[in-house]
Nanobody, 123 residues
């Protein structure tokens, strides 16, 4: 089992920026960020391949969010810019089960999850 420890998040005004970090113990594969707001389904936000050469984003965050990773630190980041009130949610990082670049924003690909970090965006 992969242990994922998240940090970052918090409260920001609309238009502001935040960075989320997720450190994975002993894991270097496909990783992603998801979010889930109260009463809504979990949504895949961004994913990054093992070596960081491939990334994908939900349409709702394209051009505003950037996923990246530092392999030396086993850490994945989510830089969130131009935040909107609708971005407010609990954000989770996740580590995939198995290799391959497919269904990267589907939660069914992911076996291990971080504890979640709350992001609040005020208008």
């Amino acid at each position: 089992q992969v242990q994922l420890v998240e940090s970052g998040g918090g409260s920001v005004q609309a238009g502001g920026s935040l960075r989320l970090s997720c450190t994975a113990s002993g894991y270097t594969g496909l990783m992603a960020w998801f979010r889930q707001a109260p009463g809504k389904e979990r949504e895949g936000v961004a994913a990054i391949s093992a070596r960081g050469e491939l990334t994908t984003y939900a349409d709702s965050v394209k051009g505003r969010f950037t996923i990246s990773r530092d392999s030396a630190k086993n850490t994945v980041y989510l830089d969130m810019n131009s935040l909107k009130p609708e971005d407010a949610s609990m954000y989770y990082c996740a580590a995939a089960y198995g290799g391959g670049w497919f269904s990267t924003l589907s939660e069914t690909r992911y076996l291990d999850w971080g504890q979640g970090n709350q992001v609040t965006v005020s208008s």
